[in-house]
């Protein structure tokens, strides 16, 4: 093959042979500059393009691996620049079943039951406990949902102001929640376990989502303000707002919530056409 045609790599310092192209290295590289600047002189031709193309070689490994380390430099900024409680956030914005549950801490699903459509504009989320589930399940109508939590036996339900269950023990009532008429909604529940300093992503839902404490305090942010909840005060978000929560105080937050949303759209999803103001952190 004429040597125009082939491009060769300079010999290898320890055995003498001369490398296959394909295993020109970076130390045969640093051969070849030695040879460049103090070494033996290359002779023609061959001296000539082997500095060419090593010199070519070296640019586009350099070139690939100045990419790789700003890749990786900016990654940890990132990283360094990210709380822990931003990475623990993960399960919260988008809450996991809890058949997959592996912690306490996080948000789980428990369930989520097809509710229909309401005749009303607003509705009201009822919640009793039970000493057992068979008692709960016999209490239970349509609209209903029974569900061990935070230590209980709960019946949650979905309907109008002042309705109560034949049994159990009146826990709350929480409400107006807005719903449209026309709507077929979904009540999904969920148990939120949070230390303190942890917070959601940015997200929405497409109805109203409330929740009841029964330990700890949480600071929800939209674009109307802020509301604080904790035990004897619930917290209550039309559907589609914006919003970021945090948990504040200095205790874990324990809490049952409820997103009552439209069955036709996903549950929830992020929220990135507003920015929070950090309104919960003064």
């Given at each position: 093959?004429?040597?125009?045609?082939?491009?060769?790599?300079?010999?290898?310092?320890?055995?003498?042979?001369?490398?296959?192209?394909?295993?020109?290295?970076?130390?045969?590289?640093?051969?070849?500059?030695?040879?460049?600047?103090?070494?033996?002189?290359?002779?023609?031709?061959v001296a000539t393009m082997e500095r060419s193309f090593n010199m070519k070689r070296l640019v586009?490994?350099?070139?690939?691996?100045?990419?790789?380390?700003?890749?990786?430099?900016?990654?940890?900024?990132?990283?360094?620049?990210?709380?822990?409680?931003?990475?623990?956030?993960?399960?919260f914005a988008g809450c996991l079943p809890v058949s997959e549950r592996t912690a306490e801490i996080?948000?789980?699903?428990?369930?989520?039951?097809?509710?229909?459509?309401?005749?009303?504009?607003?509705?009201?989320?009822?919640?009793?406990?039970?000493?057992?589930?068979?008692?709960?399940?016999?209490?239970?109508?349509?609209?209903?949902?029974?569900?061990?939590?935070?230590?209980?036996?709960?019946?949650?339900?979905?309907?109008?102001?002042?309705?109560?269950?034949?049994?159990?023990?009146?826990?709350?009532?929480?409400?107006?929640?807005?719903?449209?008429?026309?709507?077929?909604?979904?009540?999904?529940?969920?148990?939120?376990?949070?230390?303190?300093?942890?917070?959601?992503?940015?997200?929405?839902?497409?109805?109203?989502?409330?929740?009841?404490?029964?330990?700890?305090?949480?600071?929800?942010?939209?674009?109307?303000?802020?509301?604080?909840?904790?035990?004897?005060?619930?917290?209550?978000?039309?559907?589609?707002?914006?919003?970021?929560?945090?948990?504040?105080?200095?205790?874990?937050?324990?809490?049952?919530?409820?997103?009552?949303?439209?069955?036709?759209?996903?549950?929830?999803?992020?929220?990135?056409?507003?920015?929070?103001?950090?309104?919960?952190?003064?």
């Open positions: 093959m004429n040597i125009r045609n082939r491009p060769v790599c300079p010999p290898d310092p320890k055995s003498g042979r001369r490398l296959a192209t394909s295993h020109c290295s970076l130390r045969t590289m640093s051969v070849l500059f030695r040879d460049a600047g103090n070494g033996p002189p290359l002779s023609g031709r586009n490994w350099s070139e690939r691996y100045l990419v790789e380390v700003l890749a990786i430099s900016v990654w940890s900024l990132v990283s360094m620049g990210t709380s822990d409680s931003a990475l623990a956030q993960k399960g996080g948000c789980w699903i428990l369930a989520s039951e097809p509710v229909g459509q309401f005749s009303a504009n607003s509705v009201f989320w009822h919640l009793d406990k039970f000493s057992t589930i068979a008692l709960a399940e016999k209490a239970k109508e349509r609209t209903g949902t029974v569900l061990p939590a935070l230590g209980k036996v709960w019946l949650l339900t979905i309907a109008e102001a002042g309705w109560r269950p034949k049994g159990g023990e009146r826990v709350a009532e929480i409400g107006p929640l807005p719903v449209s008429a026309d709507t077929k909604y979904v009540a999904q529940y969920m148990e939120a376990i949070m230390n303190p300093g942890m917070e959601t992503r940015l997200h929405r839902h497409p109805g109203p989502e409330a929740w009841h404490t029964e330990g700890g305090e949480t600071c929800l942010e939209t674009p109307e303000g802020k509301q604080v909840g904790k035990k004897g005060v619930s917290v209550i978000v039309p559907g589609g707002q914006p919003m970021r929560l945090s948990v504040t105080g200095t205790e874990q937050r324990r809490s049952l919530v409820l997103v009552l949303y439209d069955a036709s759209q996903p549950w929830m999803t992020m929220a990135s056409d507003w920015t929070a103001k950090g309104l919960c952190g003064k």
